[in-house]
């Protein structure tokens, strides 16, 4: 069982992340996060809020080995972008952005049930999508139970 909070419209804030890009499929998250907190680690970097997930495909859009997306992460400090290295690894400037917003509490699993709603919200309130998707990801599923799980998933968007 899963629910999703109601879709709000907010703008993102500006952040600086550290990040890793990747392609393939979705079942190598896992591996990409800790190779990612590894890199930050090494790097001297402080994480500074939660991960996040920016994903340019859906499953199904294309072959799932052509599946193009990354993992990111909020650090601190003045750290200047660079990158990504020939491991895909980097740090960019994510700008402020109006995006709708909703919350998918619940498992994994279930999140493509979420966005099928926040993509009908969007169509049916005169919005656009106008970038790829993102997840941040609020609970950590070390701890959380998979019902409880909190994951915000965000489309930038216009008014169309």
Known sequence: ????????????????VAYVARKGPFDTIGEAMGALFGWIAQQGYAPAGPPRGT???????VPDEELTWNICTPIAGGVAPHGPDDQGFGVKRIAPH?????NHI???DQV??????????????????VGPSTEIWLSDPSTTPEAELVTEIQFPVVKG
């Not at 069982?1 to 600086?16: D, G, Q, R």
């Not at 994903?55 to 859009?61: D, E, L, R, S, T």
């Open 112 to 129: 493509p049930t979420t966005y099928t709603a926040l993509g009908g919200w969007i169509a049916e309130n005169g919005y656009q999508i």
């Open 106 to 108: 619940g498992p994994y």
């Open 1 to 16: 069982m899963c629910a999703h909070s109601e879709v709000v419209i907010k703008e993102a804030e500006p952040i600086t």
């Open 55 to 61: 994903f340019y495909h859906a499953p199904g859009q």
């Open 98 to 102: 109006q995006v709708a917003s909703v």
